[in-house]
C-alpha cells in the first residue's frame, strides 16, 4: 500500500496522471472517499495520463462514460447513486470488464462485491480544503 499526501487539487490531479500512464488494458481501479475528497479530480488527472484530451466529467446521473481517445479506451463510472450491484449488471459492467481498456470506478465500495479481485482500490481523505491523503494499491 502506497500513502501519498497531496496538498493541492494540482497535485492529486497529477498523481490521478502517474497512475493513468501507467494502467493497462484491462485494469480496474476503485476509488473510495467521502463527498468532496477529491476523486473526480483523480479521475481527470487519469484520464490525461491515458492522453484524453477532451473534458472529463463525474457521470453521476449516466453512470458510465466511455472515452475512446486516448491509448486505451477509458470507462468512467459514478456508482454513487446505485441501490445495488444487480444494478450495475443491468447496465452490462461485465462488457466493460471484458474489453481492452481500462476500468475506473468512483464510489467502488458501494459495488466491491461486483468488482474483480485484482482490483486496484485507491481512497481518498479529505483532510482540510486542500490537503488529501491518497492510500493506493499501487
Keep these: 500500500m502506497r500513502e501519498v499526501i497531496t496538498k493541492s487539487e494540482i497535485e492529486t490531479f497529477e498523481l490521478g496522471r502517474e497512475y493513468g500512464m501507467a494502467a493497462k488494458a484491462g485494469d480496474v ?24 484530451k477532451e473534458a472529463v466529467t463525474s457521470p453521476t ?45 468512483e464510489w467502488g465500495n458501494i459495488v466491491a462485491k461486483a468488482l474483480p479481485d485484482n482490483t486496484i482500490t485507491i481512497n481518498i481523505e479529505r483532510k482540510d480544503d486542500d490537503v488529501r491523503r491518497i492510500l493506493c494499491g499501487f
Design 29 to 52: 481501479y476503485s476509488l473510495t472517499g467521502d463527498l468532496g475528497a477529491g476523486k473526480t479530480v483523480f479521475a481527470k488527472g487519469f484520464a490525461a495520463g491515458l492522453g484524453i
Design 61 to 105: 446521473f449516466t453512470i458510465v462514460r466511455e472515452y475512446q481517445n486516448g491509448r486505451l479506451p477509458f470507462f468512467h463510472f459514478d456508482v454513487y447513486r446505485l441501490e445495488s450491484e444487480d444494478e450495475l449488471w443491468e447496465i452490462g459492467f461485465d462488457e466493460y470488464l471484458n474489453c481492452d481498456g481500462v476500468v475506473l470506478v
